[in-house]
């Protein structure tokens, strides 16, 4: 018998940058450095989604300064991203930008067979609107639950106890494994490792079907996806690399 | 007492995605035919899927374990006492007693494999972490239980083919699935297990278990019911050869699909397209029309059609309207597909329930006001059961209780009544609306 007219199709993992906008960002080259992390990052997603054909990576964005917007509202699949620059200029409304997220996170128009989504929060500074209410309307959503979350600080002004807050506590640190912490990027070279990182190592992890345990409050959790190392120049992601710059 | 039930056949295959990761196949796989302390023969199938997070060392080995498991529990409950006609304790069974053997044995061999073979660190069950799902099929009835994402699919002689079986806990969801590791595995199974008597009267019909790469492999769950049809029927007719037919389909599912290992069990009561009914061959499932054998159904549709023909004037109320013309058209391509999602569900009422449970998510942001229903509706065309819980939300002040009678648009688009029903339980089910801003 013929095989049936039915429609196969690899997964999406839906990867979502949320990047701080504000006035501060202007300063000392941190948006030339965040635009440029992220476009030099692309060919390394993109090759990491070949070689992944079973996950379908498709990228999006929000940018927050007065307002959260959508910088890229589209999923588009990671080979068809043309990255255009981000601008500084405002205040920081992250609660809002979590919203927006959350609202992008619902089923539908989230797919019930799709992958754990990553989320990529990067930041210089502190929240100016209604975090707690952005980050509880985000976590209300089951997807933003089985998020990869990962937040990226940019120099000594940003608020890592708020991106902690976005990321989760650690649950289970284990030696060996890279912990979940934020990650502090103190130049562009961090920046745009962590921004390789996240989007080549992290991508591969969440593109490979991995079922797991549901967790239970007798069992330690593990995270959604086990974290890949950190590249090996940046092991221990509290340490300045090179020259403090921000 | 003639068994009618085939010896069942199956497959197991690595997945696309861990052959190039050099990983193994975590799934397994055990078919096998028994007897009863009566002489009469008992088929069995169970299929497990290990799990493949890197923590789950050993989930290979766990699986293989645990079907193997599984198989000798129902041997040894076979000697014991015949399976005979009515209940006779066999749900009790299946919820209770053979969940505890299953996971006491599988405890016990996963440790002594530890055992056997040392590897670093002491011995945790995690290691070996598995689903199972398991299949009894008697002369007199056939049952299921089992804990995990596995799938159980009844396909009918005409093609027709219903999902029996799925994990439906919200909990367990995206990669997270129940697990034979856990503290608690034993109980588990009650909500994943059923018996099913056979009458003596009862259309042949085929049964398909398979781990969760095959439907996490299909774009929508029409496409996973088609193809669970078509395992059922091209394992049939390869026969004993069919496990070849099957690992190709397989390697194909998961290459195109989800990368995942993949697994089919497939059990058939007489040969599925063989009766006369069923002449000309089986329906896709994906392109069935309302069936004629079930009259009490057939009438629903039928009565529903018809309703949806006399009430497009209350539609085009009720549905969105995406700018001129005011009213929209009876042809567009998101009212057909709502109305052919209401004749699908009500062409298998007992599905609707679980197909439901399902979106209990959505239910809960229409509820809260999260979602907005005139931008589901107007997706109709994409997610059609979406744009019809969409449809079908309760306009409720907050503190004031659902109106038990009340308008139900999707009357017009042929709703029947277990359809109306299984939405108003979901409704009851969400979560109330929040208060006013103070």
């Known amino acids: 018998m013929p095989f049936p007219d039915v429609k196969l199709a690899n997964r999406p993992l839906h990867f979502i940058y949320l990047c701080d906008c504000s006035g501060s960002m202007a300063a000392s080259g941190k948006m030339q450095a965040l635009n440029q992390a992220i476009r030099q990052s692309l060919p390394g997603m993109a090759a990491v989604a070949r070689d992944n054909p079973e996950a379908r990576?498709?990228?999006r964005a929000v940018s927050f300064a007065d307002h959260a917007a959508w910088h890229i509202q589209t999923p588009t699949p990671v080979d068809q991203l043309e990255w255009r620059d981000l601008q500084a200029g405002g205040i920081t409304a992250m609660g809002e930008a979590l919203q927006l997220v959350a609202a992008a996170l619902q089923t539908p128009p989230m797919e019930v067979r799709a992958l754990p989504p990553v989320l990529v929060l990067i930041s210089d500074g502190q929240p100016t609107d209604d975090f707690a209410a952005g980050m509880?309307?985000?976590l209300r959503m089951p997807w933003a639950q089985k998020a990869v979350r990962l937040a990226i600080a940019l120099g000594h002004d940003a608020d890592l106890e708020v991106l902690q807050r976005f990321i989760g506590s650690d649950p289970s640190p284990t030696a060996g494994r890279s912990p979940r912490r934020p990650l502090q990027a103190s130049n562009?070279?961090?920046?745009?490792q962590y921004i390789q990182w996240a989007s080549t190592a992290v991508v591969g992890a969440a593109s490979m079907p991995a079922s797991r345990v549901q967790e239970t409050p007798l069992e330690a959790p593990a995270g959604n996806i086990p974290l890949p190392d950190l590249p090996p120049t940046v092991l221990d992601p509290t340490d300045d690399v090179g020259l403090t710059v921000w | 007492m003639v068994n009618r039930w085939a010896a069942p056949i199956g497959a197991s295959r690595a997945g696309a995605a861990h052959r190039r990761a050099n990983r193994p196949c975590q799934d397994a796989l055990l078919c096998r035919e028994l007897r009863s302390a009566d002489g009469r023969p008992v088929m069995v199938m169970a299929v497990a899927d290990g799990h493949g997070g890197r923590r789950y060392l050993r989930s290979d080995v766990g699986s293989r374990l645990a079907c193997e498991g599984a198989l000798a529990a129902v041997e040894r409950a076979l000697q014991e006492r015949p399976p005979g006609d009515g209940d006779g304790g066999w749900s009790r069974w299946l919820e209770r007693e053979l969940p505890e053997a299953v996971v006491a044995g599988w405890l016990q061999a996963v440790e002594a494999d530890w055992h056997r073979q040392p590897g670093e660190g002491p011995f945790q069950p995690l290691l070996y972490g598995s689903t199972l799902g398991l299949v009894v099929m008697t002369p007199l009835w056939w049952g299921h239980t089992g804990l995990g994402d596995w799938d159980l699919v009844r396909v009918e002689a005409d093609g027709r083919a219903l999902l029996v079986e799925e994990e439906s806990d919200p909990a367990a969801a995206g990669e997270a699935t129940c697990s034979l590791c856990l503290p608690q595995a034993a109980a588990l199974f009650a909500p994943r297990a059923?018996?099913?008597?056979?009458?003596?009267?009862?259309?042949?019909f085929a049964l398909v278990l398979c781990t969760d790469g095959i439907r996490k492999s299909c774009a929508t769950d029409a496409d996973f019911l088609t193809l669970a049809a078509?395992?059922?029927?091209?394992?049939?007719?390869?026969?004993s050869e069919g496990a070849g037919t099957l690992e190709a389909a397989l390697d194909r599912i998961s290459r195109e699909g989800s990368g995942d290992d993949v697994t089919v069990a497939i059990g058939r009561l007489g040969v599925p397209g063989e009766e006369p009914a069923a002449a000309g061959g089986p329906a896709p499932a994906r392109a069935q029309t309302p069936p004629p054998p079930r009259p009490a159904i057939g009438r629903a549709v039928a009565i529903g059609l018809g309703l949806a023909a006399a009430g497009a004037a209350l539609l085009a109320l009720v549905w969105p309207r995406s700018g001129p013309p005011e009213v929209l058209p009876a042809a567009s391509p998101g009212l057909q597909a709502a109305r052919e999602e209401v004749?699908?569900?009500?062409?298998?009422?007992t599905t609707i329930p679980?197909?439901?449970?399902?979106?209990?998510e959505l239910f809960a942001a229409l509820r809260k006001g999260q979602a907005d229903p005139t931008r589901l509706k107007a997706a109709a065309a994409g997610d059609p059961l979406a744009a019809l819980i969409a449809a079908d939300v309760a306009p409720t002040a907050p503190g004031v209780p659902a109106q038990t009678s009340r308008p139900r648009p999707l009357q017009a688009l042929g709703a029947c009544p277990a359809l109306l029903a299984a939405l108003d339980q979901q409704w009851a089910a969400a979560p109330p609306s929040p208060p006013p801003a103070p």
């Open chain 2, 354 to 360: 679980l197909a439901l449970r399902r979106r209990a």
């Open chain 2, 194 to 204: 059923a018996l099913h008597p056979i009458p003596p009267d009862d259309d042949a």
């Open chain 2, 343 to 349: 004749a699908r569900l009500c062409a298998q009422p």
């Open chain 2, 230 to 239: 078509w395992l059922a029927r091209s394992g049939g007719e390869a026969g």
């Open chain 1, 57 to 59: 990576v498709l990228v």
């Open chain 1, 188 to 192: 562009a070279t961090s920046l745009a």
């Open chain 1, 136 to 138: 509880a309307a985000l």
